[in-house]
T-cell receptor
């Protein structure tokens, strides 16, 4: 079991470019959470998805950010027209069901905006 | 909404000593789950220990144990016989039953340094 896989581990973008972060949940897990970690901060919830559905996106900025979890393939967090303030580590976590009471995290993707 | 507070930004102890990291939380829920996660320099989030609020017995995992005080809404982590590999950020986290739409709520973390 490869665990939660995130890629890329490191991504550098210039202001105005797009960033795409991918997350493959653990085998058998159909629920995905995205978190953002700013320097010297804890992780902050962004969005919760099940296959083909966004369940809660209350933690995600309304503009420039979007997330999807298609029927086939990884979950993708997309940031359009990146700004320096988007520089952070983005973590994905998965769980097998809505009632599961533990999340398994990936190693994170560090986005640097120049 | 839930809040989690970790009042110690950084702690440093000698190898083999015992160290306690504090965490308090605020919630109106009666049943919930509490966690301690470790984040070493690799940045991987590693689950250290998990406590179910309806269980009075404190959770223990080898050298790691918690002191869960439900009435006080306190959830401290004790690391016994600390090792150099314990050096990491430690995050306390809260989860409502069933995961909840927002999953985990994290504190800001405590940077633990184990000195040789």
């Amino acid at each position: 079991n490869a665990g939660v896989m995130q890629n890329p581990r490191h991504l550098v973008r210039r202001r105005g470019q797009e960033a795409r972060l991918r997350c493959s949940p653990m085998k058998g897990h159909s629920h995905v959470y995205w978190y953002r970690q700013l320097p010297e901060e804890g992780l902050k919830f962004m969005v919760y998805l099940q296959k083909e559905n966004i369940i809660d996106e209350s933690g995600m900025p309304k503009e420039r950010f979007s997330a999807e979890f298609p029927k086939e393939g990884p979950s993708i967090l997309r940031i359009q027209q990146v700004v320096r303030g988007d520089s952070a580590a983005y973590f994905c976590a998965s769980s097998p069901s809505a009632g599961a009471n533990v999340l398994t995290f990936g190693a994170g993707s560090r986005l640097t905006v120049l | 909404a839930q809040t989690v507070t970790q009042s110690q930004p950084e702690m440093s102890v000698q190898e083999a000593e015992t160290v306690t990291l504090s965490c308090t939380y605020d919630t109106s829920e009666n049943n919930y789950y509490l966690f301690w996660y470790k984040q070493p320099p690799s940045r991987q989030m590693i689950l250290v220990i998990r406590q179910e609020a309806y269980k009075q017995q404190n959770a223990t995992e080898n050298r790691f144990s918690v002191n869960f005080q439900k009435a006080a809404k306190s959830f401290s982590l004790k690391i016994s016989d600390s090792q150099l590999g314990d050096t990491a950020m430690y995050f306390c986290a809260f989860m409502k039953p069933g995961g909840g739409a927002d999953g985990l709520t994290f504190g800001k973390g405590t940077h633990l340094i184990i000195q040789p």
